[in-house]
T-cell receptor, first 115, second 109 residues
């Protein structure tokens, strides 16, 4: 496992539930990311935070709400999700954005199922 | 918008064989290209990162090349082992990170 942890690892929720995904990195990085991975599709970048500031929102529906209280923690709040939101949600961190040497380190992901 | 394509989508080889995975991208304005490995149900592990000014990187049995002008990268795996079985993804870094859909590799003992 890398220095990026995610909880929970598995989550099943109904369409009316509210839940949150948590990501924590222990690498001293300044940038954090949320990705969605669906079957047979490329990873989709959802949000980017750089020094706690959101720098990218990749046209993500408002039922997904990110929160970055500090450089080590990232949350994804979920509300009124749809079955097509079922996927593996991956968190990643890197030293900084826009660097030619920037390597991303990924967490193990949260497998989300929306019933 | 940057598009990243990986061919083949799946590959099955006998143990010990050398193999090449391919990645192509449409926009050459990139900072770097990375190859990742993903085991089933797990996150991604970075294998190699090639900066835009570099041509190749090596780590153990792995060698990755980058030809920015033609928008191509290859990942060469020498003397494949069953433990190499996984999905291999390439990603390019420009104004954001763009991933391919991956190549699922199975190495048969």
């Amino acid at each position: 496992e890398t220095g990026v942890t995610q909880t929970p690892r598995h989550l099943v929720m109904g369409m009316t539930n509210k839940k949150s995904l948590k990501c924590e990195q222990h690498l001293g990085h300044n940038a954090m990311y949320w990705y969605k991975q669906s079957a047979k599709k490329p990873l989709e970048l959802m949000f980017v935070y750089n020094f706690k500031e959101q720098t990218e929102n990749n046209s993500v529906p408002s039922r997904f709400s990110p929160e970055c209280p500090n450089s080590s923690h990232l949350f994804l709040h979920l509300h009124t999700l749809q079955p097509e939101d079922s996927a593996l949600y991956l968190c990643a961190s890197s030293q900084a954005r826009d660097s030619s040497t920037d390597t991303q380190y990924f967490g193990p992901g949260t497998r989300l199922t929306v019933l | 918008k940057q598009e990243v394509t990986q061919i083949p989508a799946a590959l099955s080889v006998p143990e010990g064989e050398n193999l090449v995975l391919n990645c192509s991208f449409t926009d050459s304005a990139i900072y770097n290209l990375q190859w990742f490995r993903q085991d089933p149900g797990k996150g991604l592990t970075s294998l190699l990162l090639i900066q835009s000014s570099q041509r190749e990187q090596t780590s153990g049995r792995l060698n990755a090349s980058l030809d920015k002008s033609s928008g191509r990268s290859t990942l060469y795996i020498a003397a494949s082992q069953p433990g190499d079985s996984a999905t291999y993804l390439c990603a390019v870094s420009g104004n954001q990170f763009y991933f391919g859909t991956g190549t699922s590799l199975t190495v048969i003992p």
